[in-house]
């Protein structure tokens, strides 16, 4: 069983800047897409942005010239930099593998990331 570990998160105020790491340990990214999710207080989990093997990415609408998501298969490991934070964006981020639209891997503990003034 994969395991996903998600770093990075923390407390930061609005236009602020993080970058998230998603180390995973086994190759599970480098046979599918690469996903960002996350999921804020009495919300569902949404999907933030995805990369595939080959690099190409996909970015929700809300995060879309904020966020880059990017991936070093070497290390088994996805990225999300995100810029221009804002307090909507607070939340707890999770990472995984896609294949077909549905992720293959149990979801780690995420990391919390907190917008705040």
């Known amino acids: 069983q994969v395991q996903l570990v998600e770093s990075g998160g923390g407390l930061v105020q609005p236009g602020g800047s993080l970058r998230l790491s998603c180390a995973a340990s086994g190759s599970i990214f480098n046979r599918n897409v690469a996903g960002w999710y996350r999921r804020a207080p009495g919300k569902q989990r949404e999907l933030v942005a995805t990369i595939t093997s080959d690099g190409r990415s996909y970015y929700a609408d809300f995060v879309k010239g904020r966020f880059t998501i990017s991936r070093d298969s070497a290390k088994n490991t996805v990225y999300l930099q995100m810029n221009s934070l804002k307090p909507e964006d607070t939340a707890v981020y999770y990472c995984?593998?896609?294949?077909?639209?549905?992720?293959?891997?149990?979801w780690g503990q995420g990391t919390q990331v907190t917008v705040s003034s």
């Open positions: 995984n593998a896609i294949r077909s639209g549905i992720v293959v891997s149990s």
